[in-house]
């Protein structure tokens, strides 16, 4: 019975047990594990961390496996909240611990806060804060091997969950302190396994946000063997955050825009770390930047900027890009006065560190070239503006609407890119380009228009060179492009049109036209980059007019145009710049024809007072064969109006340009109103015109700068005006030479040869012509007789030989031959209506009272003179002695100017009212062969 009791307690007593054990294990799950661990945990945190920190509550259930934490809060030495959440729930399975594997039904962390700074040495405020809670650095345990890798820990996740918590960083690494509060922030993750199972992946999101800025991440997760596959998508990061981050690297002070990112991703680590990325997306908007913090604007700002369909592979070595798209684009680009673009002088000071990475050592992990490719790239309705400070004056031109599309662009750079360009400018006109370019070795081809483009807009750039501005004009071209620098020097072509219409240039700051056409038409051109080479089929010009206008300083305006360099630049006309070298000009070109039509020129002398005035008009013909290189001979024909009513033939053949080549050139014009020439007849002859025609033909022969040539002027019945003041005014009987020039029919006409060296700058064909027709006239004012020259050599006689007759002694009888310079000089006489002749009888004390004597003696009743008689009257006559009659000698002289006037009128038939007796005389000499000569003057009306 004894027996049988014992063994009836065995179960009571096991069940005892059980109970007991049961109740204590739920005491310590319940009661005491509880509150160690609310003790326990701020008590590890001080140790630890050197936080202080506090549990609310902290509730266990051993028999469910849970643990439930309420209003954990941590704060660091500095007494600021670093760590803390609102619950932390867990379950533990129980029947995975029987498998070996520590399982986690749930894990569930709700309003938790984390607050991760990042300080001034880079370093993490955790980790400072574990270093100063461990100030001496505890030797690592040798950690026990079996001799085989175990392997991590199996650990299995069912549910990870973080619900609405909050993460604050704070960036103290750079000069502006920065803090992001990130919430909310939400993860979710199922089925984490720390080792292979056959059963699937795990999977997970992630959402965290600053404020409206997201990050969105999920897909499947395996830990051993570490794979992922899945998407993420970082949403609407705004340019504050953008900026912080990339201060240290960004030369540029950004100040606007919010970036979004999507991808699709694969990843996985093994014996080989493959990572790959497809179905990307980049979406940039209202992207604003400005070149620093100091800048009013942005210089650079976008609508939006669009990448698609981006994929890359690690283990390939390939990035995929589909397309990129640029909306609403607009970029401001200036160049200082030295010649700095302002974009580029922010990187200046990286170059060192560039330089570092060139020198570096390539890694020789994986040697395969790198492949990359871009489906195309979009730009639309976008606009450059471009402002340039080193002309004088500022230019600013700005292209707008601008609309780009490129074809496919990859590493293989040997392959062509399609492109097509156009744009507008904002100061009026078009451009378009489209072709293809590649980029090693560059090569471009295009196709290059423009339309409607204007010129003013450039103005500055012209003025680099030329005193000029432009009032009006526009540009349009059309043509092709090539250029390909496979060999050194770059090579290159381009043919086709341009016209210039509707020019109208000035010098600058003045409002006088200088130049201006209705349309300059080129057609076609070729130039070849190198050797540098232009040809020009036809250069069409339509109502070309040109002002040209001398000043008050003897400057014309033409000269005012090359602006006066002071630097050290070649002259363009020096052999320096001029010869490349192998003897040829730098510049070879042809110009098969320049074509005018209806072309004018006005030309003002303001030297003159009053100022002369006179133009070209109705200018029309062409000069055929223009070139620099020989051999070459053109042809020039002009013909055209002068002074609205005269004739201007400008005929001739050109040489090779730039050599010693000759060209011979006439120029014939006719009918010139020589009134219109006042101003300069008043300063170089002292009277202005009153009426006349000119005519003349210039024969011109230039071989190099020397020139030879022939003036021939022929004035009609040129009529001196009223006298003019003048300190230039030749002094000389000016109506005199000008009247000894005309022949009867009122013409003057004189060939006036000049030469000379057109590169003297003191050398002028006007004022040489002009100053050898002074000099003409002066020359006949002085010896008027000798103007009479072709008159007196068809008599036999010499100019100074009209100029005088001779008579015998003591009587009116002219002497032997003198009759015959009479007849020329009436001749001449006749020819020059407006020559008056003056004559003065004259006659010789001595030699006519000597001959008169003896004729007194003869006629007295000495008829028979013996010698010694002659010989005592002809010593008491010179001595005073005795004397004739006192009207003699009066008698004499002035029966001689009677019988040279009755002469003239009565035998040559010399008008009466040509010729004047003057007084008589009584100095005349005794010529070589002992008659008494008696001179004439010439004056005129």
């Given amino acids: 019975m004894a027996r049988s009791r014992q063994k009836s307690r065995l179960p009571r007593n096991l069940a005892i047990a059980v109970v007991v054990l049961v109740v204590l294990y739920a005491l310590a799950g319940f009661l005491l594990l509880p509150w160690w661990l609310k003790s326990a945990v701020p008590e590890q945190l001080d140790q630890q961390m050197g936080w202080q920190a506090q549990v609310t509550d902290l509730a266990i259930n051993p028999f469910a496996l849970t643990v439930e934490a309420t209003e954990l809060s941590a704060n660091d030495r500095d007494g600021e909240k670093v760590l803390g959440f609102d619950r932390l729930f867990v379950n533990l399975s129980f029947f995975q611990l029987f498998r ?80 992001f509060r990130i919430t909310p922030l939400d993860l979710s993750l199922n089925d984490l396994a720390t080792w292979p199972r056959e059963e699937g992946d795990s999977n997970y999101y992630l959402l965290a946000a600053i404020g409206s800025q997201t990050v969105e991440w999920q897909g499947d997760l395996s830990v051993t063997p570490l794979y992922s596959r899945g998407t993420l998508r970082i949403a609407d990061i705004s340019y504050e955050t953008l900026e912080h981050f990339l201060a240290p690297y960004l030369p540029y002070d950004l100040r606007g825009g919010n970036v979004t990112v999507r991808s699709d991703y694969e990843l996985q680590a093994g014996e080989v770390f493959y990572l790959a990325t497809e179905n990307g997306e980049l979406s940039l908007e209202d992207l604003a930047v400005a070149l620093d913090a100091e800048s009013e604007a942005s210089r650079l700002t976008t609508g939006r900027i669009g990448v ?24 401001a680009v200036a160049r200082d006065a030295g010649g700095s673009i302002d974009w580029l002088a922010p990187l200046a000071g990286d170059t060192a560190g560039a330089e570092a990475d060139e020198s570096a050592p390539e890694s020789a992990a994986d040697t395969r070239p790198f492949r990359w490719s871009v489906d195309g790239i979009r730009v639309a309705r976008s606009a450059v503006r471009w402002q340039d400070r080193v002309p004088a004056s500022e230019a600013d031109l700005r292209l707008q609407e601008i609309s780009l599309s490129t074809g496919n662009v990859s590493h293989r750079l040997e392959e062509p890119v399609s492109y097509d360009l156009s744009a507008t400018l904002a100061s009026g006109g078009r451009l378009a380009l489209q072709g293809q370019v590649t980029p090693a070795p560059f090569t471009f081809e295009a196709a290059v228009s423009g339309s409607g483009i204007t010129l003013a807009a450039f103005e500055p750039y012209l003025q680099q060179g030329a005193n000029l501005s432009v009032a009006n004009g526009q540009l349009g071209f059309d043509g092709n492009l090539d250029l390909d620098s496979q ?94 070298g192998n003897g040829q000009p730098s510049l070879i070109f042809r110009i098969g024809e ?55 033939n400008f005929q001739g053949t050109l040489g090779t340009l730039g050599t010693d080549d000759v060209s011979d050139l006439t120029l014939a014009m006719d009918n010139l109103s020589l009134p219109e020439l006042s101003p300069y007849f008043g300063r170089y002859l002292g009277y202005g015109v009153d009426s006349g025609k000119l005519n003349l033909d210039l024969d011109y022969e230039i071989a190099g700068s020397r020139i030879d040539a022939s003036n021939l002027v022929v004035m009609d019945r040129l009529q001196l005006g009223q006298a003019v003041a003048s300190d230039e005014a030749v002094n000389a009987p000016v109506k005199l030479g000008l009247a000894l020039l005309q022949d009867r029919k009122g013409i003057i006409e004189v060939d006036l040869p000049i030469s000379g060296d057109l590169s003297d ?79 003065r009888g004259a006659v010789s004390p001595e030699t006519d009272g000597l001959a008169l004597l003896r004729d007194e003696l003869t006629n007295g009743g000495q008829k028979e003179l013996s010698e010694e008689a002659w010989a005592s ?57 002992g008659n008494v000569v008696v001179p004439f003057t010439l004056d005129v009306r």
């Fill in 487 to 580: 060999q050194e020097p770059m090579t290159g072509t381009f043919s086709g049109t341009a016209e210039v219409s509707n020019l109208n240039l000035r010098l600058a700051g003045q409002q006088d036209r200088l130049m201006s056409w209705q349309t300059v038409r080129l057609a076609p051109i070729e130039y070849n980059v190198s050797p540098a080479r232009l040809e020009i089929g036809t250069i069409s010009v339509v109502q070309p007019v040109a002002n040209i206008v001398r000043g008050t300083d003897a400057v014309h305006n033409v000269e005012r145009i090359p602006v006066s360099g002071g630097g050290a630049a070649s002259d363009p006309g020096s052999d320096e710049a001029a010869d490349s």
């Fill in 100 to 179: 070996g594997i520590v399982g986690f039904q749930e894990i569930r962390l709700q309003e938790p806060y984390i607050r991760v700074d990042l300080l001034e040495d880079y370093g993490i405020n955790f980790a400072r804060d574990w270093q100063v809670a461990h100030p001496e650095p505890q030797p690592a345990a040798e950690p026990e091997t079996s001799g085989e890798d175990s392997g991590p820990p199996k650990l299995f996740f069912q549910q990870l969950a973080i619900d609405g918590g909050e993460l604050l960083f704070r960036d103290f690494s750079q000069a502006e302190p920065a803090e």
């Fill in 308 to 331: 698609d369909q981006i994929g890359f592979d690690l283990t390939a070595r390939e990035a995929r890009v589909g397309q990129v798209t640029v909306d609403n684009l607009d970029l």
């Fill in 873 to 929: 009257a002809r010593e008491a006559y010179l001595s005073g002695e005795r004397t004739l009659s006192p009207e003699a000698l009066n008698n004499l002289a002035r029966d001689r100017g009677l019988a040279v006037r009755r002469l003239l009128t009565d035998t040559q038939e010399v008008p009466g009212n040509q010729l004047f007796l003057l007084d008589p005389a009584r100095d005349a000499q005794v010529g070589a062969e």
């Fill in 761 to 839: 700058p003191d050398f002028s064909v006007g004022q040489v012509v002009m100053r050898a027709f002074v000099n003409l006239l002066v020359k006949a004012a002085a010896s008027p007789f000798s103007m009479l020259g072709s008159i007196a050599e068809m008599a036999g006689l010499t100019g100074e030989d009209l100029g005088q007759v001779s008579f015998v002694p003591g009587s009116v009888e002219l002497a032997e031959g003198e009759a015959a310079k009479l007849s020329a000089l009436a001749d001449a006489l006749r020819e020059r209506p407006e020559l008056l002749l003056n004559v």
């Fill in 594 to 648: 320049l074509a005018i039509e209806n072309g004018s020129v006005a030309y003002t002398d303001r030297t003159l007072s009053p100022a002369f005035t006179t133009s070209f008009d109705d200018l029309s013909g062409s000069v055929i064969g223009i070139s620099n290189i020989p051999p070459q001979q053109g042809k020039v024909s002009l013909k055209g109006r002068v002074g609205q009513v005269g004739n201007v």
